[in-house]
């Protein structure tokens, strides 16, 4: 929650980075977006059992940590 006396100034810079995304597309100064994540990486620890005709495939609810991935998109939105 914004503290109502950071709330003008909040708006204010969320203003700013809106106005952004509203300038004319320009070859020289493209815009670029960046999103990024963390994904926990697990592996099983049980051989799942493949599906068979009339039941799907059947995976054990244990598994093991297997690390983090950080994940970065970017993108252009103006141009596709």
Request: charged share 25%.
């Amino acid at each position: 929650m914004i503290p109502p006396k950071a709330n003008a100034a909040f708006v204010t810079a969320m203003e700013d980075v809106l106005d952004v995304y509203t300038r004319p597309q320009d070859p020289k100064r493209p815009l670029v977006c960046l999103n990024e994540t963390s994904k926990q990486l697990s592996k099983e620890t049980r051989t799942p059992i493949p599906m068979r005709p009339g039941q799907s495939a059947r995976s054990d609810y244990e598994y093991e940590r297997n690390g983090v991935a950080s994940l970065f998109m970017l993108f252009a939105p103006l141009v596709g």
